[in-house]
């Protein structure tokens, strides 16, 4: 099994006891890191990245379009 696999499998075990916030955290941390990783080795984080940033700017569109109407509405053009 390669490196990030056995990362996985022994941060994401379960113990008896409660962690506490900081180990939550590095615990946390490491699992995004290595999940960033094994999109990037897969080469799928560059076509997340880019529909991300596509669906990004089309939503920005639509949301300008009604701040616009709403603030002309109240009459912020005068």
């Known amino acids: ?15 008896d006891s409660e962690p ?11 699992r995004l890191f ?5 999109k990037f080795w897969d080469e799928k984080l560059h076509l997340q990245s880019t529909g991300l ?3 990004t700017l089309l939503s920005l569109i639509p949301f300008l379009a009604v ?8 009459g912020v053009q005068n």
């Open 1 to 15: 099994m390669n490196l990030i696999g056995r990362w996985r499998r022994r941060i994401s075990k379960r113990e």
């Open 20 to 30: 506490g916030r900081i180990a939550q955290a590095t615990a946390f941390s490491i």
């Open 34 to 38: 290595t999940g960033i990783l094994a």
């Open 53 to 55: 940033a596509y669906t």
């Open 67 to 74: 701040t616009f109407s709403v603030l002309k509405g109240f």
